[in-house]
């Protein structure tokens, strides 16, 4: 076992918990490469959003990730935290320099996600994030409403700031409100009256240069119990990625599907 009982009881009651060097120094610098090559290539077909970069569907689009989908360790702890009915939603995000505000990933996604079905059915869909650099002390890592995923309403509150380093991963219900690096008020001003997003990425792009400050990568994939919110949820999630992406098909990859398969992991 890799996880301790404290930490499902903590993704069930708390609705995330964060597990401590699941990536090795050589893959985290792989990752690096793979995305400031990927984000760095504009032939590639990622959005510019949110005063970054940003690739859904990372898992088909980005070949130098999809072997996370078969990664042992990160299948260990997906099963022993959602469940050996494990399953891939086919959703999957790239994130580079973006900045966010806070949200709950399932809203609009699914009919009602505090809903217990015929047969006790219930929800459960988790992201598993992790973020390419240090967060242990800065603001630029992942901050959670603890128990929020059992209310409806997002609340106000300042939440708990997770001091990540990288290597390490954080699992958490998609209805808990969280939210990555807030924008500063001269970054709110730069989102505001910058005409287009590629133009926002720059300026703001521009000023992190000038603050050596590093670029800020992370990962971000869904997975759930294999039941009926699942289906739900996938379809509503690829149907998004693919407005993302300007595509009607979502299309998997031969790799996607044999990874998922020699983990042991519904697709
Ligand atoms: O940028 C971040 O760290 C947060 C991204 C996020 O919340 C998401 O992809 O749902």
Not at 41 to 45: I, R, T, V, Y
């Given at each position: 076992m890799i996880t301790t009982p404290e930490q499902k009881k903590q993704l069930e009651v708390e609705g995330y918990t964060l597990i401590k060097g699941l990536f090795s120094v050589t893959e985290i610098v792989q990752m690096r490469k793979a995305l400031t090559a990927y984000f760095g290539?504009?032939?590639?077909?990622f959005l510019y959003a949110y005063a970054g970069k940003t690739q859904s569907d990372a898992m088909n689009r980005i070949p130098?990730?999809?072997?996370l989908l078969k990664h042992p360790k990160m299948n260990s702890v997906l099963k022993e935290l959602i469940g050996d009915d494990l399953r891939f939603l086919h959703h999957s995000d790239a994130h580079f320099n973006v900045l966010s505000g806070w949200h709950k990933d399932s809203t609009g996604y699914?009919?009602?996600?505090?809903e217990v079905r015929e047969g006790k059915e219930k929800i459960g869909v988790y992201k598993i994030c992790f973020y390419l650099q240090d967060h242990n002390n800065d603001v630029g890592g992942l901050s959670v409403r603890p128990k929020s995923h059992l209310i409806p309403k997002m609340g106000s509150d300042a939440g708990v700031k997770l001091n990540s380093d990288a290597g390490d991963v954080i699992i958490f219900d998609q209805r808990l409100d969280h939210v990555g690096q807030i924008p500063t008020k001269l970054q709110k001003v730069i989102m505001r009256f910058m005409p287009s997003d590629k133009m926002k990425f720059s300026l703001i792009g521009f000023l992190r240069k000038i603050t050596m400050t590093r670029d800020r990568m992370s990962v971000f994939i869904g997975y759930g119990n294999d039941n009926a919110f699942a289906d739900e949820f996938k379809e509503n999630l690829v149907a998004r990625q693919n407005r993302q992406n300007n595509t009607t098909e979502y299309i998997v990859s031969e790799e996607v599907s044999q990874n998922l398969a020699e983990a042991g992991v519904r697709g």
């Open positions: 290539n504009e032939e590639n077909k130098a990730l999809r072997f699914i009919k009602n996600e505090w």
